[in-house]
């Protein structure tokens, strides 16, 4: 099934990014009275929730406690592998090398909520991960992000004020965490790993004393 967020539609609706720090600039762009996810630009809040009181199973089924990823700083995204955007496993993979030593994780969570385009079982999202992009990331177990099954991380997730909240819009939803846990930013699924604006985020995080 094609991804639909790959389509392009409603690429001349308005876009709004909101970046809350030091200063608040905001750019909106109108055009067809439609709301567009932004593809670069995150959106951000001050002080955030915390992810680091959820404990998930690592796709081999080892519970793996968010606590100890304390004084790191985390990219949580939610991922497929028949998706058009799948392909982006190779960028996270890449941020994760250059950055691993810095204090990033990416943390992976298989879902199968958007077109079905994760139907396999953790074992073979595993093999398929190492085999074909080479993942050295964490990965966990599969999850529904979205729905009445929704995983309770993603539903603390999705119940963070506007605009950072909401259920993601499909996969490789990306949520930026800082080092105490605090979800700080959160990107859309067309903003790639290498995307500018993601990297000095990111970067910006780092260089926090954890």
Not at 11 to 32: D, E, N, Q
Not at 177 to 190: F, H, L, Q
Request: charged share 20%; net charge neutral.
């Amino acid at each position: 099934m094609k991804c639909c967020c790959c389509t392009g539609s409603g690429s001349s609706a308005p876009m709004v990014a909101v970046l809350i720090g030091a200063s608040v600039a905001v750019w909106t762009a109108f055009g067809a009275g439609k709301k567009v996810e932004p593809t670069s630009a995150p959106t951000t809040v001050a002080a955030g929730a915390s992810v680091l009181g959820f404990t998930l199973n690592r796709i081999d089924g080892t519970p793996q406690p968010l606590q100890e990823y304390r004084g790191k700083v985390l990219l949580i995204v939610n991922v497929a592998s028949q998706c058009g955007l799948t392909p982006q496993y190779e960028g996270l993979e890449s941020l994760y090398e250059s950055k691993k030593n810095d204090g990033l994780v990416v943390l992976g969570f298989p879902a199968n909520n958007f077109g079905s385009q994760e139907p396999g079982t953790n074992s073979e999202i595993a093999a398929f991960c190492s085999g074909k992009f080479n993942v050295t990331f964490p990965m966990f177990e599969k999850i529904s992000v979205k729905g009445e099954d929704q995983h309770p991380l993603y539903r603390m997730l999705a119940s963070l004020p506007e605009p950072l909240g909401g259920d993601p819009k499909w996969n490789f939803t990306k949520f930026l965490v800082d080092r105490s846990g605090n979800v700080v930013a959160r990107y859309e699924p067309k903003t790639k790993p290498d995307d500018a604006a993601l990297v000095a985020q990111i970067d910006k995080l780092l260089a926090e004393n954890p």
